[in-house]
């Protein structure tokens, strides 16, 4: 029997509450082009999506960086990656299976397109053989895309590494010998952020936010994050070998609940100034973009200090309903994003205002995407993967 570590569960609860109102609220804020869209726009959701942008990955990677050394100490090389094949690379490639016939229903709306049959969008756009035309609308290019779940490609990259580091270390004899360093000193956190900063912004004076670069053609990576993405992670195994999560000093972690607020306050007032979809503050060698930097990094590393802190501070137990929703996270986060397209389209003629839209579009997707996973874990390989 694994021993859960009730505040984790409890916040990766949130963190999908948290992933299924950004995705939900990027169709009703001005942001980028989007799926499904709709007239009515919101500024007030629009910071969310900044923020959410700037921290909710990174907390999921620190997280799954903490707890890949609990898999791989458990079931060594070989079970560690076939653990991963199933739990990871299955959905994964189901749901590459899957997106070619989803965004060539969203494709063939464009007015443009509308007499492109399915064989000519494959090969020509979802694979990318044809070329990029000079007024693509989407900022993918090619259309091929694992939609949501590029993050469990992220994880299989990152496992490969870490369990390649792992052999390394083993085989010359430089097994974890057991000492813990202390949390991280003030200074050392500003140096960790300023260095990430500094990264961020040098690879986004060539990489865009939201710019997807592609390998091998399976292969989707995304610069503009990646740099934060491998840090938290890193972090993240780091934490846990140094049981850094429940240790955090009570003074560091108001003062970053108190930065975090703060961030959340500055970007809100920034939005109102230059609007957050603007591609100065996302790419380019511009003063924008390098503020940008800063408060994402400062923002994301106060999150990760702050929320385990506060979760294991006043929610730190679970009752039943809390237990059984643990268990659903991960299929929850899997289905989410097809289950609010298809709530979105059949909400697209009501008129509601967008932050209303946003609340009810959620809270259906939640439902709805329970159930899903309540269902899928009857079936005994899902269950047991997922």
Known sequence: MKERIEYLDNLRIAMVVFTVAFHTIRTYAVWWWYPVDVPETSAVLTPYISIFLAFGMNMFLLLSG???PVSYNRKGLKNFHIARIKRLLVPLVIFAAIMPFLLYTEFVKNVEYQSVGFREYFIQYFLGFGGKPENWHNPIWPDFNYGHLWFLEYLLIFGVFYSLIRKIRDRNGLQDKGEKKSFPR???ILLFITA????TFIVRIWFRM???????????????HTPQYCAFFIVGILAYRNDWLHQIPERTGWINVVIAVGAMIFISILNTIIPLGSSVLQTGFTLESFIYSIWECVLATSMAISLPFLFKKFVNHQNKALKKISKYTYLIYIFHVPVILFIQIAFVNIRLHPIMLSFIVTLLALVICFILSFLVRLIPYAKKNF
Not at 196 to 199: K, N
Not at 214 to 221: A, G, K, Y
């Open 196 to 199: 990430l900063s500094l990264v």
């Open 186 to 188: 003030f200074h050392i």
């Open 210 to 224: 939201s710019e997807w670069t592609f390998f091998f053609l399976v292969i989707q990576i995304t610069f503009a």
């Open 66 to 68: 903490y707890f890949t």
